[in-house]
């Protein structure tokens, strides 16, 4: 996604808003439906403010593309990959312990 630099605009259209971000407007249209991207609704036409979109900018767009379920799928791996993790520091402390305890042999 590129972007573009300071702007004296306050709001775009669909159609500025795909050229900036490299997008289809039906891609901006798909954003808008799942609620990652808000119309202003006060304004005749279709228009979104340049405060959210320079929001969206600083956030990265390529983080809110996940799915509900790749979500879900994600966090299930970070879970257990969490789990593994406190499994091995367990295990690093009882090695270390039970060695602690062991006077070198030579």
Do not use: C
């Not at 159609?15 to 798909?30: C, F, P, Q, V, Y």
């Not at 202003?40 to 969206?56: I, M, R, T």
């Amino acid at each position: 996604m590129a972007t573009k630099g300071a702007t004296s605009q306050t709001v775009l259209s669909p159609n500025e808003l795909a050229k900036r971000w490299g997008l289809t407007t039906r891609s901006i249209r798909t954003m808008e439906q799942e609620g990652k991207l808000h119309r202003l609704p006060d304004l005749p036409g279709v228009k979104y403010s340049v405060a959210e979109v320079v929001q969206l900018e600083s956030v990265g767009l390529e983080a809110q593309k996940l799915s509900a379920w790749e979500r879900r799928n994600m966090q299930e791996k970070i879970d257990m990959l969490e789990r593994l993790v406190a499994s091995y520091q367990q295990r690093l402390a009882e090695v270390m312990r039970i060695a602690g305890g062991v006077q070198d042999v030579r």
